[in-house]
């Protein structure tokens, strides 16, 4: 167990319809990460937010937004579903927020499924 | 850009066999890199890790050494479990990103029979 919980476990939902995700990071780290894995792309790094600001993009559809808020937990929300954002969706932590090669622990990860 | 590059899977060993998984990598500067083993239906595992030149990362038996000259970070096991078959994933992270990101390579299978 990572210490980095995510919910829901599971989603399934409909295209054009709009989901939220949720990520409570380990107890101490500032920084929270938010990856997709999908088949066809691999792992990708969609975003990091530190201590409740955006610190770094990555490949992070216009469709999709996230926030960290003061008590450190973060949220990825993802609006205008596509069949093509089905994916499992990973929330990763680390204590600091990307001046040295902090160690990102990963959560379990959120299985969504757009129909 | 920083890229990682694996050997294509899935690898199919018998218990007890010697394992190598081969990783490269591409990127200005002195990343670092780190190895993630991933379970059926579960997150990613940081396994190990090495943070510079030459250094060796060790866990549950195994082993990446950061060979600059080649910019390689093979993952060996010298002797591989059925509990050890799992997606194993090679990844960096750099000073080009400000270290706020991972790079992983694609994954490789492992599938490890009695």
Not at chain 2, 30 to 55: C, H, I, M, N, R
Request: aromatic share 12%; hydrophobic share 30%; net charge negative.
């Amino acid at each position: 167990d990572s210490g980095v919980t995510q919910t829901p476990k599971h989603l399934i939902t409909a295209t054009g319809q709009r989901v939220t995700l949720r990520c409570s990071p380990r107890s101490g780290d500032l920084s929270v990460y938010w990856y997709q894995q999908s088949l066809d792309q691999g792992l990708q790094f969609l975003i990091q937010y530190y201590n409740g600001e955006e610190r770094a993009k990555g490949n992070i559809l216009e469709r999709f937004s996230a926030q960290q808020f003061p008590d450190l937990h973060s949220e990825l929300n993802l609006s205008s579903l596509e069949l093509g954002d089905s994916a499992l969706y990973f929330c990763a932590s680390s204590v600091g927020g990307g001046t040295a090669p902090y160690e990102q622990y990963f959560g379990p990860g959120t299985r969504l499924t757009v129909t | 850009g920083d890229s990682v590059t694996q050997m294509e899977g899935p690898v199919t060993l018998s218990e007890e066999a010697f394992l190598t998984i081969n990783c490269t990598y591409t990127a200005t500067g002195y990343p670092s890199l780190f190895w993630y083993v991933q379970y059926p239906g579960e997150g990613l595992q940081l396994l190990l890790k090495a943070t510079k030149a030459d250094d060796k990362g060790s866990n549950k038996g195994f082993e990446a050494t950061y060979r600059k000259e080649t910019t390689s970070f093979h993952l060996e096991k010298g002797s591989v479990q059925v509990s050890d078959s799992a997606v194993y994933f090679c990844a960096l992270s750099s000073m080009n990103t400000g270290f706020q990101k991972l790079v992983f390579g694609t994954g490789t299978r492992l599938l490890v029979s009695p």
